[in-house]
């Protein structure tokens, strides 16, 4: 069934995917994003999430809102933009939903509400976490949780993905293979800690999977299996790009000293360094996740991790995504 569907966030890395995908499948979808789209201007408006008046316009004849908008960077100043827009900005859609009887949304949270270094954890874990980013989006999920539970008609899916990678992205794994390229990547720790990692075409298949699914509350982590350490993944990548240079080690103590250095430095100076003591944190910690309620549903993945790992590396120059943020 052809539907109408709102993506809030659509310009970023994943929306923009996942609008194609959606596209793709014969639906109506229009963008709602702070930021132009590189690929579907024309479906764009341009609006942010903390102005309930232009959510409110842009969610009517809508009958799915995806929200992918966030504030997730590291370096965000102040810190109160992450609460602006996670928070305040998930309680305006929430209104604007209400407003235009839209009872069916799905959201995108992160595995940071877990915290680092926790022993795989699943939907039900603890959850703790360690930086202003998990804890707003955490807040997010209780305002969400708090609306599907007034009423038996709606349906919410909260997706929690761990890092996604693939082409046009320039996040973390996009660095770490540009290092590598350039012979400028140093390995800080041994390397042994395991990252969950997802491909941004298997996570868009998923998100257009969850508008089928049943009223109530439904939450998942998003990875795709299996996890590899972070020396497996460097020593793949090395060997899709025919890189042969011996790699330097620093020790994890060392490494984060010099994280502390450049947080100083940049307080000190206002600019802001590609390396600090939180991007060394999590680096070197355990981020892996259960996917086991994925499991449960029989989704599976269309794209093996090294399959999207080969597809990036062979598509460096893909037009660059805006990051988005509502």
């Known amino acids: 069934m052809k539907m109408n569907i709102l993506v809030v966030g659509g310009s970023g890395f994943i929306g923009s995917t996942l609008m194609k995908r959606l596209l793709d499948h014969g639906h109506n979808v229009r963008n709602f994003d702070i930021a132009q789209s590189r690929s579907f201007g024309s479906l764009t408006t341009i609006g942010d999430i903390r102005n309930l008046e232009a959510l409110t316009r842009a969610f009517e004849g809508i009958g799915i809102i995806y929200n992918l908008a966030a504030e997730h960077r590291d ?43 926790k022993p ?36 919410l899916t909260i997706l929690r993905p761990v890092v996604v990678f693939g082409e046009g992205n320039r996040g973390n794994v996009f660095n770490l293979i ?27 298949e998923f998100l257009v999977k969850a508008m089928e699914f049943e009223p109530g509350k439904h939450l998942f982590n998003f ?4 996890d590899l350490a972070v020396r497996e993944l460097v020593e793949f990548i ?36 590609p390396i600090s003591s939180i991007r060394i944190r999590k680096f070197c910690a355990n981020t892996t996740v259960s ?6 549903i029989g989704f599976n993945s269309p794209y093996t991790l090294h399959d999207g790992l080969k597809r990036m590396i062979g598509n460096l120059d893909e037009n660059i995504y805006f990051e988005g943020g509502g």
């Open 120 to 155: 795989n954890p699943d939907e039900a874990s603890p959850t703790k976490p360690f930086n202003h980013y998990g804890r707003s989006k955490l807040e997010a999920e209780k305002i969400f949780t708090e609306w599907v539970g007034k009423s038996g008609s709606r349906v």
């Open 75 to 117: 370096d965000v100043t102040p810190v109160s933009l992450y609460y602006d827009v996670n928070v305040q900005g998930s309680k305006n859609i929430l209104q604007a939903a209400e407003i235009n009887g839209i009872k069916k949304i799905i959201f995108t949270s992160t595995v940071a509400v877990y915290g680092l270094n």
């Open 178 to 204: 540009k290092q590598i390229q350039s012979n400028k990547f140093m390995m800080v720790g041994l390397g042994n800690n395991r990252k969950s990692m997802a491909y941004v075409g298997n996570i868009a």
């Open 291 to 296: 996917t086991t309620a994925l499991e449960k």
């Open 238 to 273: 090395r060997a899709e790009l025919g890189v042969s240079a011996r790699i330097p080690k620093l020790p994890y103590a060392v490494g984060l000293a010099g994280g502390l250095g450049f947080d100083l430095l940049s307080k000190a100076c206002g600019k802001k360094f």
């Open 223 to 226: 990875a795709t299996k299996p």
